[in-house]
């Protein structure tokens, strides 16, 4: 398992889904896609979910673009800020 992401912030994306970032850098990792993740929550409890790395307007233009991340069918507070979200490169 390889670490994509440590949540510092959630947000409700109407219609999408669970908003969570920071995302990974765009030239760090390939998108967009879906993956199949683990999530790590600070209390030591460990959950599985569908995360989708998709394109997120910004404007400005970030200096470094990152993949918007999105769970579906989860609230903020099944992910709250310190989760980590893990996947397995093999299966990509």
């Keep these: 398992m390889k670490l994509l992401l ?3 912030e959630t947000y409700n ?4 889904g669970l908003a969570v970032g ?3 850098l765009q ?3 390939p998108g967009p896609g879906n993956l199949s993740v683990e999530l790590r929550k600070p209390d030591g409890a460990v959950t599985r ?7 997120f307007f910004q404007s400005p233009p970030p200096k470094e ?7 579906s069918g989860l609230s903020k507070s099944d ?3 310190g989760t980590e979200v893990w996947y397995d490169p093999a299966a990509r």
Excluded: D, F
């Design 6 to 8: 440590k949540v510092e």
């Design 13 to 16: 994306v109407t219609g999408r």
């Design 22 to 24: 920071p995302g990974p």
């Design 27 to 29: 030239n760090e990792y």
């Design 49 to 55: 979910a569908m995360l989708s790395l998709q394109w």
């Design 65 to 71: 673009p990152r993949w918007g991340c999105v769970l």
């Design 79 to 81: 992910v709250p800020v």
